[in-house]
């Protein structure tokens, strides 16, 4: 059974920096991609953030966030990590981390990603 256990999530100014992890468990995660979504209230679809191929180490953005987040793994942690930095007030939404199967060779926001996490909230102030 595979497991997703974010954290790091909380309350930062604007401009500032976070690093989300992610720590998985449950199975060998070579054959995945890992997936940033987030979600912004009230009532907006959630919407992809990053992604990394973990056997191929590579990665996945949204166009707003290039530049400013990197997503990166650990093998030995089994943990996934998304580095923000220059957060802005419209970076404020529950971050969720997930999990797509039998990937191969793709990376992006198209898999099916059928393991999802509880969700860690980031906020921005500004």
């Known amino acids: 059974q595979v497991q997703l256990v974010e954290s790091g999530g909380g309350l930062v100014q604007g401009g500032g920096s976070l690093r989300l992890s992610c720590a998985a468990s449950?199975?060998?995660?070579?054959?995945?991609?890992m997936g940033w979504f987030r979600q912004a209230p009230p009532g907006k679809e959630r919407e992809f953030v990053a992604?990394?191929?973990?056997?191929?180490?590579?990665?996945s953005y949204a166009d707003s966030e290039k530049g400013r987040f990197t997503i990166s793994r650990n093998n030995a942690k089994n943990t996934v990590y998304l580095q923000m930095n220059s957060l802005k007030p419209e970076d404020t939404a529950v971050y969720y981390c997930?999990?797509?199967?039998?990937?191969?060779?793709?990376?992006?926001?198209?898999?099916?990603?059928?393991?999802w996490g509880q969700g860690t909230q980031v906020t921005v102030s500004s």
């Open positions: 992604a990394i191929n973990w056997s191929r180490g590579s990665t």
């Open positions: 449950g199975r060998t995660f070579s054959n995945y991609v």
């Open positions: 997930a999990a797509a199967s039998e990937a191969g060779l793709r990376v992006g926001p198209g898999l099916s990603y059928d393991y």
